[in-house]
């Protein structure tokens, strides 16, 4: 029996664990090149488009920034479709606006163009796309912000692996560490030692004025915001190139997505819409001769130009943005909706659509009238602008509800650059300055604004000193008010010009 346990102790098995060893990734020197340029873009980027006004060296700087990204997903073996290119194409013509106008607010609005068409040609170049996705809203919010945040931290890991594989990199390490540790005491010592000599205080104070001057401290601060954008610009390339380790768009994700949120029933949808349609019916009637009155030039009784189109203008702009997102709530939260859509569902949608471009005609109409009168300005041409860009949103709404097959997503994309394109290559501020001068010389307009027209960056100086409505002089006493933030708004094509015929 002593020799049976014996044996049944011997065989008994004790397992172990195996604590497994964690293999450290490794990262190609691709990667280290792409860490430099994403940090040195990043701070150019802070420094001649974030802090300072934007001109041709701006334009030098997205090119560099273009190329550079399209360089590195080569070399990572990416294939650029033909869309690819036109996309690619694309940006590097925006780039050109910061080049040819003066004009700070189309360039700012050009930075974010192109940062998000930017982002997503990194996305599309990695997906292989051939063409603008059906489900484009999911796409953009990977490109923006799923896809380079999943990898925000990764830089510095590069960075880190890359100086601890050289002698020279664990060196710079101890180097900045001893610095820090450094640093408050030798603050202090000189603090006692300039108090206690006046030659030390002055050879010390002169070199804290140079090291802390205000351009030292202009490029400190841009040093700063430029450490996380670079994080996020290496955290997109790189997402986008190693694919493997994220989540992918698929259409059928983005369809249960929808079908998620799609909870309310067609008979709410109708319930609610149907008010709405007999209050525009009724609405129209009631006011068809105050409104319409502004397709045939004429004012009601009792107004001025400027009453009329002020009191209808923007409050129809505001009803045509409420019936845009509307009609979006009814295509998000319809139970039925898709390509399930029935066809009183789709009835709704083209009487909306209608309905808004009926007044959106209206509105143009008033706003005309107004132009004719009392000539353009910045907020005129805009708000115009955009809605003319609201107007072709509703037709396309409508031929969608005739074609399911149709993309909406592409169609949208082709018609907002073509009109973000005739916005910033126009020159709005030289239309308007020599739409002015030519009315009010033609006798259409009482007066001619100078103040405006001399508030207005190069591209209306310009224009205005072609037409003769402003002299040299003018425009050099203008000159001499350039802030200090617009150290480099001269570098641009209409300044350029401007200067030359000025001098």
């Known amino acids: 029996m002593n020799n049976n346990v014996y044996d049944e102790v011997q065989t008994t098995y004790i397992p172990q664990t195996v604590e497994k060893v964690r293999e450290k990734p490794e990262y190609s020197k691709a990667e280290v090149v792409l860490s430099v340029f994403a940090f040195t873009a990043a701070f150019f980027i802070m420094r001649y488009v974030v802090f300072n006004a934007m001109g ?259 409050e129809l702009c505001a009803v045509a943005v409420i019936n845009l997102a509307v009609l979006c709530g009814i295509s998000l939260l319809s139970k039925k909706a898709g390509r399930e859509k029935p066809a009183a569902l789709k009835v709704y949608s083209i009487v909306l659509s209608v309905f808004t471009l009926i007044l959106i005609a209206t509105a143009m109409s008033k706003m005309v009238m107004y132009i004719a009168n009392y000539g353009l300005t910045e907020l005129r041409v805009y708000t115009s602008w955009f809605m003319v860009l609201l107007a072709l949103v509703f037709v396309l709404i409508i031929i969608k509800q005739f074609r399911y097959d149709m993309k909406f997503a592409k169609y949208f994309s082709a018609v907002f650059t073509l009109m973000f394109a005739v916005l910033c290559f126009s020159r709005p501020e030289a239309v308007i300055a020599k739409y002015n001068i030519v009315m009010y010389n033609t006798g259409h307009l009482e007066e001619l604004d100078r103040d405006a027209i001399l508030g207005m960056s190069a591209d209306g100086l310009l224009a205005a000193y072609d037409e003769g409505a402003l002299t040299a002089e003018d425009i050099s006493e203008y000159s001499e008010e350039y802030s200090p933030f617009d150290r480099f708004g001269n570098y641009n094509l209409s300044s350029a010009v401007l200067s030359s015929k000025t001098k």
């Open 56 to 314: 041709f060296l701006t334009t030098g700087l997205m090119f560099a920034v273009i190329t550079g990204a399209i360089v590195y997903m080569k070399k990572r073996g990416c294939s650029f479709t033909r869309f690819n290119r036109f996309h690619a194409a694309v940006l590097y013509i925006f780039s050109l606006v910061f080049s040819i106008t003066a004009n700070n607010f189309i360039k700012d609005l050009a930075v974010l163009f192109i940062l998000g068409a930017g982002a997503y040609l990194v996305y599309s170049v990695s997906a292989g796309n051939r063409e603008v996705e059906r489900y484009l809203p999911f796409a953009m919010c990977k490109a923006l912000f799923e896809y380079p945040l999943s990898h925000f931290g990764k830089q510095w890991v590069v960075t880190q692996d890359s100086l601890s594989k050289t002698r020279a990199g664990s060196n710079v390490k101890y180097i900045l560490t001893g610095l820090l540790i450094t640093v408050p005491v030798t603050a202090i010592v000189a603090a006692l030692l300039m108090s206690a000599d006046d030659g030390l205080m002055n050879i010390l104070g002169g070199i804290y004025e140079k090291v802390f001057s205000l351009e030292m401290c202009d490029i400190i601060e841009q040093l700063i915001f430029a450490v996380p954008f670079s994080m996020y610009l290496f955290g997109m390339l790189y997402s986008n190139t190693h694919r493997s380790q994220i989540k992918p768009l698929v259409e059928e994700n983005c369809v249960q997505k929808l079908g998620s949120i799609r909870f309310v029933s067609n008979l709410v949808m109708y319930t609610a819409v149907t008010p709405l349609c007999i209050l525009y019916v009724l609405f129209f009637i009631s006011q068809a001769n105050y409104f319409l009155s502004a397709f045939s030039g004429s004012l009601p009784d009792g107004f001025t130009y400027a009453d009329y189109a002020r009191q209808g203008f923007f």
